[in-house]
């Protein structure tokens, strides 16, 4: 499958069509829901992580010069640099200040494939509201201990506010 950052902005490969952009390590957490959404477009394959995380240019590029029909993204959910994928497509679709239809996924815990809304992405940005969000929301922090090993060991080496 294509690389993200390897493919011509102009492929035909990518022109008119509905472009999913997965972390690339999706192919291996999940081949049964790599699978399904290769069934739904050209799959554009990209880790931040291995290869930099400033990609919002590279979409945007994408969307002005073969005009897709939809983006469709799908990340692993927890994984600060899957996070910034996600804000990446949102970033290029103002950048551009175009109208694109685009769906965002995530993988919770590697089984489940979760639609999440452009703006969930947009107040994770802004901690301060996030803060908000939690502090009036504690019972989210239950959910929090069900998925994330890095808050299980903050609870165990007293580095969570809240407990």
Not at 117 to 129: F, G, K, M, T
Request: glycine share 4%; net charge positive.
């Amino acid at each position: 499958m294509p690389d993200l950052m390897g493919i011509w902005v102009k492929s035909p490969l990518l022109k008119e069509k509905t472009l999913v952009i997965v972390s690339k390590c999706l192919k291996w957490v999940n081949p049964k829901i790599y699978n399904e959404l290769a069934g739904k477009g050209v799959i554009l394959e990209h880790c931040p992580e291995q290869e930099g995380q400033v990609v919002y240019g590279k979409i945007a590029s994408i969307i002005r010069s073969s005009n897709p029909k939809k983006l469709i993204v799908a990340t692993i959910d927890g994984s600060p640099h899957c996070f910034t994928l996600q804000a990446a497509v949102n970033e290029a679709a103002y950048i551009l200040g175009e109208k694109i239809e685009r769906e965002h996924f995530v993988i919770l815990d590697g089984e489940e494939m979760v639609k999440i809304s452009p703006e969930s992405i947009r107040v994770a940005r802004y901690l301060s509201h996030v803060d908000k969000l939690v502090r009036s929301n504690k019972w989210i922090l239950e959910e929090l201990r069900k998925h994330s090993k890095e808050y299980m060991k903050a609870i165990e080496t007293s580095d969570a506010e809240f407990k």
